[in-house]
């Protein structure tokens, strides 16, 4: 079974702009989430999807939004780059809500390495 | 303070050694993670754990809900053991959002 592929895996942008990142979870997974990661906070949750609809957001500006479609596939969008936003961006994927089980372990992606200049 | 507290920051040890990276967490949980992150960035799921003890080849999970606290385990350390090791605990904070919440991760080296 093929894992989590995030797209691209790098990419460089200027202040202003706005990116355009992309998950394909495992397949059979209904459920992604989002993350970013810097040196100073950490890996801090973005948002999750279940079923193409947002079940929980983090605490970022709205400049931070996602989707997902109907094969599962997210989108994850965010306008009017700062230079702060220069991070690691990782999806993770998983079954989501199953029978007997609310919470189910979650596979990671390589991850998308932001720069904004 | 933060919800999830890992203990050491850094730890070197020898190849063969005996490893245990801590976790402390202070908010109700439905399951708690151990995550092996390489240079690079790639994350890997060691663990999900929601009572009681795991254990994969070299490596041993525990967690005690009364105490909140979780311990990883790695007997015979391997210099492909280096990494970040991070714990991550699925719960609710201030902002009643249920979401992973990460330790600042333990920075881990292993000499030959």
């Known amino acids: 079974k093929a894992g989590v592929t995030q797209t691209p895996r790098y990419l460089i942008k200027t202040r202003g702009q706005q990116v355009t990142l992309s998950c394909s979870p495992i397949?059979?997974?209904?459920?992604v989430s989002w993350y970013q990661q810097t040196p100073g906070q950490g890996l801090q949750f973005l948002f999750e999807?279940?079923?193409?609809?947002?079940?929980n957001k983090g605490n970022f500006p709205g400049r931070f939004s996602g989707r997902q479609f109907s094969n599962s596939r997210s989108e994850m969008n965010v306008s009017t780059l700062e230079l702060g936003d220069s991070a690691l961006y990782l999806c993770?994927?998983?079954?989501?809500?199953?029978?007997?089980?609310?919470?189910?372990?979650?596979?990671f992606g390589p991850g998308t390495r932001l720069t904004v200049l | 303070k933060n919800e999830v507290e890992q203990s050491p920051q850094n730890l070197t040890a020898q190849e063969g050694e005996f490893i245990t990276i801590n976790c402390s967490y202070s908010?109700?949980?439905?399951?708690l993670h151990w995550l092996q992150q390489h240079p690079g960035g790639g994350i890997v799921s060691l663990f999900m754990l929601s009572s009681g003890k795991k254990k994969h080849g070299r490596l041993i999970a525990t967690i005690n809900i009364q105490e909140k606290h979780s311990s990883l385990h790695i007997t015979a350390s391997h210099p492909r053991d280096s990494a970040v090791y991070i714990c991550?605990?699925?719960?609710?904070?201030?902002?009643?959002?249920?979401?992973?919440?990460f330790g600042t991760g333990t920075r881990l080296q292993v000499f030959p």
């Open positions: 397949s059979g997974h209904r459920s």
């Open positions: 999807y279940f079923s193409e609809t947002q079940r």
């Open positions: 991550a605990v699925r719960g609710r904070i201030k902002d009643n959002t249920d979401k992973l919440i």
């Open positions: 993770a994927s998983s079954l989501g809500k199953t029978s007997g089980r609310a919470y189910n372990e979650q596979f």
């Open positions: 908010v109700g949980i439905s399951a």
